[in-house]
T-cell receptor
Framework: DTGVSQNPRHKITKRGQNVTFRCDPISEHNRLYWYRQTLGQGPEFLTYFQNEAQLEKSRLLSDRFSAERPKGSFSTLEIQRTEQGDSAMYLC??????????????FGEGSWLTVV | QKEVEQNSGPLSVPEGAIASLNCTYSDRGSQSFFWYRQYSGKSPELIMFIYSNGDKEDGRFTAQLNKASQYVSLLIRDSQPSDSATYLCAVTATTDSWGTLQFGAGTQVVVTP
């Protein structure tokens, strides 16, 4: 399967613990995005990378959140000192941006986080 | 504040009928528009994208874009029970035309046999 891969798919953690999610994008894609989605809402943009450079971060991304894409391939999203409000589905997506050909973004299956 | 707005529904549609979904957006400079389908507990799945004013058809789906009125719509013809899902409208932010998507909250569609 050559789609966007995320793991773990489900994570239950105690408040105050740190969690890390991993995303493997579609292999030739140069852009990688992180979104967060809560029940009844559309996905909210968190951050994105072009290759290894983090080009934009939402103001939703507090200091407790950090994302990396060290070699321009896979990415990790770490949440430190988790809070109950962090409970959500964390979606990774990727796309290939090439010239002016547009940008179609494909999502992975998501990682569900429950903070208890 | 950029916004993408959709009616939350649920939109109840008899099997075989046409489902019509609407989306309005506030950023007049937005250039790319997408429709995603999301089944309960699953991630969004791309259905269609449209960049130019007018209609774009793909199988049973037709996207319609009117930039002057700042709305984009999706028609689903011959609706099937498998079309029951939440449909998300997404718009690119103009800070980066080929960049991040801003999503509406989605319209829930229920196709009844």
């Amino acid at each position: 399967d050559t789609g966007v891969s995320q793991n773990p798919r489900h994570k239950i953690t105690k408040r105050g613990q740190n969690v890390t999610f991993r995303c493997d994008p579609i292999s030739e894609h140069n852009r990688l995005y992180w979104y967060r989605q809560t029940l009844g809402q559309g996905p909210e943009f968190l951050t994105y990378f072009q290759n290894e450079a983090q080009l934009e971060k939402s103001r939703l991304l507090s200091d407790r959140f950090s994302a990396e894409r060290p070699k321009g391939s896979f990415s990790t999203l770490e949440i430190q000192r988790t809070e109950q409000g962090d409970s959500a589905m964390y979606l990774c997506a990727s796309s290939l941006v090439k010239g002016s050909s547009g940008n179609t973004i494909y999502f992975g299956e998501g990682s569900w986080l429950t903070v208890v | 504040q950029k916004e993408v707005e959709q009616n939350s529904g649920p939109l109840s549609v008899p099997e075989g009928a046409i489902a019509s979904l609407n989306c309005t957006y506030s950023d007049r400079g937005s250039q790319s528009f997408f429709w995603y389908r999301q089944y309960s507990g699953k991630s969004p799945e791309l259905i269609m994208f449209i960049y130019s004013n007018g209609d774009k058809e793909d199988g049973r789906f037709t996207a319609q874009l009117n930039k002057a009125s700042q709305y984009v719509s999706l028609l689903i013809r011959d609706s099937q029970p498998s079309d029951s899902a939440t449909y998300l409208c997404a718009v690119t932010a103009t800070t980066d035309s080929w960049g991040t998507l801003q999503f509406g909250a989605g319209t829930q569609v229920v196709v009844t046999p």
